[in-house]
Each structure stands twice: as C-alpha cells, then as structure tokens.
C-alpha cells in the first residue's frame, strides 16, 4: 500500500487478514515505513525528473 499523505497513515491497521491465503497477524507499522523524497526540480534539475531522457536501463522491470 502507497500512502501519500502523512494523515493517511491513520487509515493503517496492525491487524492484518489476507483474503486469498486465509492468513492473518498483527503487524509492526514501524517495520513497514519507507519515506523517500527528491530535490524539486526548482531548486536542482536531476536527470531522473526527466525518466524518458535517461539511458537504457534506467527503469528495472522486476519479473514475478
């Protein structure tokens, strides 16, 4: 799950059940948190705000 607001994560249960494995657990959300950022493009250009200018390859496909 994606979140893309900080109230967001409100919508988080530590109490999970998967519907297609009938399993189900307590989760640790802390153990599950990733932030990530980038520079805005007004302060610093990057090459990767610009994906389809960057060489091959720039964009990893992972396979299931």
Known sequence: MVLDSFGA??????????????????????????????ISPKFRRLPYHSPETLPFPATVHCEP
């Open 9 to 38: 994560l409100r919508t988080l249960k530590t109490h999970y059940v998967c519907g297609l494995c009938d399993v189900s657990g307590d989760t640790e959300l802390d153990d599950f948190i990733e932030v990530t950022f980038s």
